[in-house]
């Protein structure tokens, strides 16, 4: 496990119960809809590394990205990224996929290529669309738009898969196309699969079927 992820005002917890571990802190903000302004959203992130949180997670805002105010969301980005890296923290930033476009993903790594934030992030697992029937789901991540967002995202900026990484497969199967980085809370699930495999800390070479759908839901 690479971090903790956790609502800003329980970095203080994280930070005690995880301390004595490699497992960082790692707050969200303006989460999960990413409509604060950028005003807010710096002061948030840095409120939140000064408390403890090594990693940030931050939400675009989806609705100028859909309007096309490009200047906008690069700014916005480019301000809340240069207030975490000053601090010695990193950021990552969630495109929340379920409202996108193939356009808009490829716009948001061609900003983010200039900018080199830490990771680029698929969902917040709130992306909730309304679907034929009436109801409302999300997909969260799909090897679909991994593939599209490592094709036209600088090497540098690595990608973090969250959503419908259900399975130890499934995580293999990411991890094949680039992404360095899975979100999900079936995580003591995969790792028990993992030990049960034969799979550890040693490199180990396995096979892996990338075609098809990955397992849904986060």
Not at 89 to 106: P, Q, R, T
Not at 122 to 130: A, L, P
Not at 190 to 196: K, N, P, S
Not at 202 to 207: D, I, L, M, R
Request: glycine share 10%; hydrophobic share 40%; charged share 25%.
């Amino acid at each position: 496990m690479a971090t903790a992820c956790v609502k800003p005002y329980s970095i203080p917890v994280a930070v005690r119960e995880l301390e004595g571990t490699t497992v960082l802190v790692c707050p969200v903000i303006g989460f999960p809809h990413g409509n604060s302004t950028t005003k807010v959203k710096v002061f948030e992130a840095i409120e939140a590394v000064d408390a403890g949180g090594r990693e940030i997670d931050m939400v675009i805002n989806v609705g100028k990205a859909l309007g096309g105010d490009w200047d906008y969301v690069e700014d916005e980005i480019r301000q809340i990224n240069e207030a975490v890296t000053k601090r010695d923290a990193i950021l990552k930033v969630i495109f929340e996929n379920d409202y996108l476009s193939d356009k808009h993903i490829i716009k948001l790594c061609e900003i983010c290529s200039r900018i080199k934030p830490a990771f680029i992030k698929t969902s917040t697992g709130y992306g909730f669309v309304k679907q034929a029937d009436g109801s409302y789901n999300y997909t969260g991540a799909t090897m679909a738009q991994l593939q599209l967002m490592r094709e036209h995202v600088d090497p540098a900026v690595q990608i973090k898969a969250a959503g419908g990484i259900r399975s130890l497969d499934d995580l293999l199967r990411v991890r094949a196309i680039g992404v360095t980085r899975v979100g999900a809370t079936a995580g003591p699930t995969m790792i028990l699969e993992a030990i049960q495999r034969g799979i550890g800390e040693t490199p180990k070479e396995v096979q892996v079927e990338i075609t098809g759908k990955l397992g849904g839901g986060y």
